[in-house]
């Protein structure tokens, strides 16, 4: 983990502004300060809180990025215009949060709501926390990128504009990637809305750079594919309005 750049960032910022706290969103389980597990930054039980405050003299609060991301678009954002969000970042994994009646819910000892490891698939891809067939494993943003990148030859370490210029280029070639990716999807993402019954859908992360492409057809398999127990006229999904800024938006108000 990069623990010494993030200082190094702190302590540059404390040059030019004056502060007293400082907010980050991270990847993983978070538990009173403290990164439980971090199956993606592989990480397991650091504090970070006690570690950041001891070098940077500032008072630390560090929580999940999804729920930052979550507690940004809910009050600046696209969520505020409802009571109940599901909201999910898709991007090398999945993170989750659910806002209900316009609070975040958590867990009493685990923040929960790790949507990306509710198994999809029996004995699937093996993810990193230990399970086979995680959500993330299929519709994390970076499942859909990497199958591409291998289906048109491409290198791993092409940019994110490059790579959708090689995608409008290779147009049907990559369809099928594009349709059991949105399959994938829209299995989980159904599965979630039949529990949480939500107001609307809003996805942040990697996602809303491929959502022009993404967006409506996963709408349209929801709605059209036997997937809901509640059949609905219209779902409200939409990208985050922050897309990958959001998680450090809300990171500044936790
Ligand atoms: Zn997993």
Not at 108 to 135: A, P, T, V, Y
């Amino acid at each position: 983990m990069q623990f010494g750049y993030i200082v190094e960032i702190i302590n540059k910022l404390k040059e030019k502004y004056e502060f007293e706290k400082f907010g980050l969103g991270m990847a993983g389980s978070i538990s009173k300060g403290t990164v439980l597990k971090s199956v993606n930054l592989g990480i397991k039980e650091y504090n970070i809180t006690e570690k950041l405050e001891k070098e940077t003299g500032l008072k630390v609060n560090v929580k999940n990025d999804a729920k930052c991301a979550a507690l940004a678009e809910y009050k600046f954002g696209k969520c505020k215009n409802y009571k109940n969000v599901l909201f999910l970042t898709l991007g090398t994994g999945i993170g989750g949060a659910y806002i209900y009646n316009g609070s975040l819910m958590e867990g009493s000892n685990f923040e929960g709501f790790e949507f990306g490891h509710m198994i999809i698939k029996e004995n699937g891809l093996l993810c990193n926390c230990g399970k086979k067939g995680c959500f993330e494993k299929y519709a994390g943003i970076l499942a859909f990128k990497r199958k591409i990148i291998e289906r048109l030859g491409l290198s791993y370490e092409i940019s994110g504009h490059d790579l959708r210029a090689e995608m409008k280029k290779a147009g049907d070639k990559i369809l099928d990637i594009q349709e059991e990716y949105i399959n994938d999807l829209a299995l989980g993402l159904s599965n979630l809305i039949n529990i949480f019954e939500p107001d609307s859908v809003i996805i942040g992360g990697g996602f809303a750079r491929y959502d022009y492409i993404l967006l409506e057809p996963l709408k349209q398999k929801i709605l059209n594919s036997n997937l809901l127990f509640n059949p609905r006229e219209d779902i409200v999904i939409e990208s985050a309005e922050f897309g990958n800024d959001a998680g450090m938006i809300g990171a500044s108000i936790i």
